[in-house]
């Protein structure tokens, strides 16, 4: 069974940083491109980041372009997001999902950045 | 960016009555060389993640109920519920998987009148 498990959200101050980590298993984690999604309290869904199988290729959305850096250790089947400079408006749910003609989705991690 | 804005904001549908919700692109996400059309439907439930209806803008994911279907051409798209039960009572999001940034639209409440 296809599975992707998030980790790593909590609070932070303004300025901060965090680290959240994705779990996969149930596939071969190295031939998908996997990805990271957000929705602010109240509000839609949001891409945030993916990045290719061996790590080699990614993309940024312009609002976390410089900020957030996606990466995944495929010896660990893990998929991660470092996110600095931490702003009130990064403050979301955060899903991990996996690509395919079928995207599989995680439960997500609150982040909430606020002092 | 690919722009995507869904009709209407809210809906409201008697049960066992049909619900149609709508998804217009601001460019074309059908993709000429094998003719797919990168357009995706989510449910999502107050506490939940997205659950995935239906890609390549018609296809149902396993395990979805058949009165759920979607269709479309390359910018206009329609998710149909043939006859709205409780548990349908939900947000809708269309996505674009054409190009990043993989953009969704705004979502569409339904519930029940």
């Known amino acids: 069974e296809v599975q992707v498990v998030e980790s790593g959200g909590g609070l932070v101050q303004p300025g901060g940083s965090l680290r959240l980590s994705c779990a996969a298993s149930?596939?071969?984690?190295?031939?998908?491109?996997m990805h990271w999604v957000r929705q602010a309290p109240g509000k839609g869904l949001v891409w945030v980041s993916r990045?290719?199988?061996?790590?080699?290729?990614?993309n940024y959305a312009d609002s976390v372009e410089g900020r957030f850096t996606i990466s995944r250790d495929n010896a660990k089947n893990t998929l991660y997001l470092q996110m600095n400079s931490l702003r009130a408006e990064d403050t979301a749910v955060y899903y991990c999902?996996?690509?395919?003609?079928?995207?599989?989705w995680g439960q997500g991690t609150l982040v909430t950045v606020s002092s | 960016d690919i722009v995507m804005t869904q009709s209407p904001d809210s809906l409201a549908v008697s049960l066992g009555e049909r619900a149609t919700i709508n998804c217009k692109s601001s460019?074309?996400?059908?993709?000429?060389?094998?003719?797919?059309?990168?357009l995706a439907w989510y449910q999502q439930k107050p506490g939940q993640c997205p659950k995935l209806l239906i890609y390549?803008?018609?296809t149902r994911e396993s395990g979805v109920p058949d009165r759920f279907s979607g269709s479309g051409s390359g910018t206009d798209f329609t998710l149909t519920i043939s006859s709205l039960q409780a548990e349908d009572v939900a947000v809708y999001y269309c996505?674009?998987?054409?190009?990043?940034?993989?953009?969704f639209g705004q979502g569409t409440k339904l519930e029940i009148k």
């Open positions: 460019q074309s996400v059908l993709y000429s060389s094998n003719n797919k059309k990168y």
């Open positions: 999902a996996r690509d395919g003609d079928s995207w599989y």
């Open positions: 149930g596939f071969t984690f190295s031939s998908y491109w």
């Open positions: 990045i290719n199988g061996d790590g080699s290729s990614t």
């Open positions: 390549w803008a018609s």
């Open positions: 996505q674009q998987y054409y190009s990043p940034p993989y953009t």
